[in-house]
């Protein structure tokens, strides 16, 4: 940090990662149209109506999520 700053580490995590992911693609998996992906790591996203999981479109720090995310 900066001499005299009155930020540290309690408040500013630069370790924080906000994305770092693998995605695999799925293809005919049920059918020879088939096409999908797995994703797993840390990830911002939005989630239909955006009501209950989205990223924040007007704010200075911006939520991420750890998890697994598929589509098939």
């Keep these: 940090t ?13 370790l924080d990662i906000l994305q770092a992911n693998v995605t695999v693609p799925i293809a005919n998996v049920f059918s020879e149209s088939d096409r999908g992906f797995i994703k797993v790591g840390r990830f911002t996203m939005d989630q ?4 209950f999981v989205a990223r924040n479109r007007f704010r200075n720090t911006i939520n991420s999520f750890a998890g697994v995310q598929a589509r098939l």
């Design 48 to 51: 239909g109506s955006r009501r």
């Design 2 to 14: 900066d001499s005299g700053s009155p930020l540290d580490s309690f408040f500013a995590n630069p």
